[in-house]
């Protein structure tokens, strides 16, 4: 006599003339064995490599361009899209510093030493690299350039304009900024900075030749007045 197991889930097993109590004995150990298969298929290192892979989600990344008007004042040595002359200007900040205008406390700004050859000047940290943080400057004000040992300056169309010994250039015109000359952004009182050409000159008092040469900054001023 042919016994078949019935199951909802091994319709097509059939077994071999058996003895009840054996039938039924067999039956359990393939069930049995298919649970184990089952169990050890879902676990295999190809399916959990499968799912791992489907877990994972794509990274994007969005570059933003640096912005063309941005540069930095001192030039460094990995940037290699800045290039740098030997010779160094430094702005010294000469205002008053009255800030009635303007409504309240504001303080004086730094000096700026400008080693790179274009520098943007304005009151917006992110789009100007010599940065005065006064209401009357512009947020991007002017441009500052050095070319053949000459420091040049162009006003970018600012609202309260900029001054070279007290005269105002015309926007987009670029105009030469002799050492010794005031050189004033917007405000006479809170940015306003003396002109001065710094050289490099090797210290004459170094004895040993093996040692680093030693340069120092000598500013030269204006002879003309």
């Given at each position: 006599m042919e016994v078949s197991a019935h199951c909802h889930c091994y319709k097509s097993l059939v077994l071999p003339k058996l003895p009840p109590h054996a039938a039924h004995a067999a039956l359990s150990h393939v069930v049995a064995f298919r649970q184990?298969?089952?169990s050890i298929n879902s676990t295999s290192p190809q399916l959990l490599r499968l799912q791992r892979q489907r877990q994972r989600q794509p990274l994007l990344f969005s570059i933003k361009p640096k912005?063309?008007?941005?540069?930095?004042?001192y030039a460094a040595s990995s940037s290699s899209w800045i290039q740098t002359s030997p010779e160094k200007w430094l702005l010294e900040p000469v205002g008053d510093g009255d800030s009635r205008h303007i409504?309240?406390?504001?303080?004086?700004?730094?000096?700026?030493?400008?080693?790179?050859?274009?520098?943007?000047?304005g009151r917006l940290p992110e789009k100007a690299d010599m940065v005065i943080p006064v209401a009357t400057?512009?947020?991007v004000h002017a441009r500052i350039q050095k070319k053949e040992g000459k420091l040049l300056v162009t006003d970018l169309d600012s609202t309260n304009g900029t001054f070279i010994d007290n005269k105002r250039l015309s926007a987009g015109v670029v105009a030469t900024v002799p050492p010794g000359s005031c050189l004033t952004?917007?405000?006479e009182?809170?940015?306003?900075?003396?002109?001065?050409k710094l050289e490099n000159v090797e210290a004459a008092s170094n004895p040993d030749p093996s040692q680093d040469k030693v340069e120092t900054d000598?500013?030269?001023e204006s002879t003309t007045s």
């Amino acid at each position: 006599m042919e016994v078949s197991a019935h199951c909802h889930c091994y319709k097509s097993l059939v077994l071999p003339k058996l003895p009840p109590h054996a039938a039924h004995a067999a039956l359990s150990h393939v069930v049995a064995f298919r649970q184990r298969s089952s169990s050890i298929n879902s676990t295999s290192p190809q399916l959990l490599r499968l799912q791992r892979q489907r877990q994972r989600q794509p990274l994007l990344f969005s570059i933003k361009p640096k912005s063309k008007n941005h540069r930095t004042i001192y030039a460094a040595s990995s940037s290699s899209w800045i290039q740098t002359s030997p010779e160094k200007w430094l702005l010294e900040p000469v205002g008053d510093g009255d800030s009635r205008h303007i409504g309240f406390k504001v303080p004086m700004p730094n000096a700026f030493e400008i080693s790179s050859n274009e520098v943007t000047v304005g009151r917006l940290p992110e789009k100007a690299d010599m940065v005065i943080p006064v209401a009357t400057v512009s947020g991007v004000h002017a441009r500052i350039q050095k070319k053949e040992g000459k420091l040049l300056v162009t006003d970018l169309d600012s609202t309260n304009g900029t001054f070279i010994d007290n005269k105002r250039l015309s926007a987009g015109v670029v105009a030469t900024v002799p050492p010794g000359s005031c050189l004033t952004f917007g405000d006479e009182h809170l940015a306003v900075f003396r002109v001065s050409k710094l050289e490099n000159v090797e210290a004459a008092s170094n004895p040993d030749p093996s040692q680093d040469k030693v340069e120092t900054d000598i500013p030269i001023e204006s002879t003309t007045s």
